[in-house]
């Protein structure tokens, strides 16, 4: 089905005969700024009739717009395949149109959300690794600091393995406490991004709990080195340590 669009004088002084309505497709539909099909508040007129009654300027083209509809067994790619060839050479080669496909446009953003997705994935890889590897220093920083003390608790009687949990412990506590204030931050963020931009932000409660679980479990993968080395220590030379 073909549709001719026209911006030509004013539709207020001219009377028509109307001869059917179409029936309401709904809200409006667009993409982008192209419209996919909703026949809303639209009036349709013959061609010949709009040449005749409506005023243009003589030197712009009779038609702005033409809008395509295709049966559902066929390709829209192909079908815009075939009319970019038919305008080139109505045109005579110009370079004077655009050819726009609403199901292009929109396989088009699907690829741009799925490269920012993996853009996105990475920083947040790229976070977690830093912060790790962040957790890790400071846990081995504190074994050094604490190297007395687990001396005198290895001396004392306590096993290796509750050195090693007392650490992973500590590890987990700073994750947890660090993935709760990044989870404040966010959504304090989205509430300010969307009150000043007028953006709309969805929060849930499963990405909640999904960033606080790799949190977690980023800040016990990188406890894990630490609470080794602190439970290896030698008593010995723990107590020796000054």
């Known amino acids: 089905m073909f549709a001719a669009r026209a911006a030509w004088g004013s539709w207020f002084d001219s009377w028509f ?18 419209d996919l099909g909703t ?19 003589p030197l712009a083209a009779p038609l702005d717009e033409i ?5 559902a067994d066929v390709s829209p790619q192909a079908t815009a395949v075939a009319i970019g060839r038919l305008l080139e050479r109505v045109h005579a080669g110009a370079d004077d149109f655009d050819l726009v496909v609403p199901e292009a446009l929109m396989e088009q953003s699907r690829r ?6 993996i ?31 687990i001396g005198i608790r290895r001396a004392v009687g306590a096993k290796r393995s509750e050195i090693r949990i007392q650490f992973m412990i500590e590890a987990f506590t700073i994750s947890v406490l660090g993935g709760v204030a990044g989870v404040a931050m966010g959504v304090i963020i989205a509430l300010v991004v969307a009150a000043s931009a007028g953006w709309a ?33 030698d008593p010995i030379d723990a107590l020796r340590y000054e």
């Not at 005969?17 to 192209?34: K, P, W, Y």
């Not at 508040?41 to 005023?55: G, L, M």
């Not at 741009?112 to 997705?117: I, S």
């Open 201 to 233: 932000t969805v929060i849930t409660f499963g990405a909640i709990f999904l960033s606080t679980g790799v949190s977690m479990a980023a800040g016990l993968i990188s406890g894990i080195y630490p609470a080794v080395r602190a439970a290896n220590l």
């Open 119 to 149: 853009v996105m994935g990475c920083i947040a890889g790229i976070s977690l690794l830093v912060g790790g590897i962040g957790i890790m220093n400071i846990m081995l920083a504190t074994v050094l600091e604490r190297t007395r003390e």
């Open 17 to 34: 005969e109307v001869i059917g309505v179409l029936e309401d497709s709904g809200g409006a539909s667009s993409f982008q700024g192209v």
């Open 112 to 117: 741009t959300q799925r490269m920012f997705n």
């Open 39 to 57: 026949t809303s508040n639209e009036i349709y007129v013959p061609v010949s009739t709009a040449i005749r009654k409506f005023d243009r300027p």
């Open 67 to 71: 809008v395509v509809r295709v049966a």
